[in-house]
Nanobody, 127 residues
Framework: QVRFVESGGGLAQPGGSVRLTCIVS????????IGWFRQGSGTGRDAVSC????????YYSDSVKGRFTISRDAAKNTVYLQMNNLKPEDTAVYYC????????????????????WGKGTLVTVSS
């Protein structure tokens, strides 16, 4: 079965950095969009960053652009989110998710309808 396992969350200082890792197993479609969504104080899960496996195109939300970097290691079936210059408003549960046949630029449109989701990892940014 498909399994996404996120790790790397925890407590960070404002201005600090964390790296989130998503290890994917059992997902055998050749092309898909995969990335990170977060749920803060609201009810929805908002797209943070995604990457398309077919061409490595990327998407970043305006609030994280220039601070976060998404990358992947295809051989390890692993996706990373390097989060730099963290702000308190980055505090949220971060979920790894994938859409078969999806495109990174469309991640905001997918919302909570992504095909598969991990369990999430909590990132807290506070002094």
């Amino acid at each position: 079965q498909v399994r996404f396992v996120e790790s790397g969350g925890g407590l960070a200082q404002p201005g600090g950095s964390v790296r989130l890792t998503c290890i994917v197993s059992g997902f055998r479609v050749p092309n898909y969009a995969i990335g990170w969504f977060r749920q803060g104080s609201g009810t929805g899960r908002d797209a943070v960053s995604c990457i398309t496996t077919s061409d490595d195109s990327t998407y970043y939300s305006d609030s994280v652009k220039g601070r976060f970097t998404i990358s992947r290691d295809a051989a390890k079936n692993t996706v990373y989110l390097q989060m730099n210059n963290l702000k308190p408003e980055d505090t949220a549960v971060y979920y790894c998710a994938a859409e078969a046949g999806g495109l990174a630029d469309l991640c905001p449109n997918y919302g909570s309808t992504m095909d598969f989701w991990g369990k999430g990892t909590l990132v807290t940014v506070s002094s």
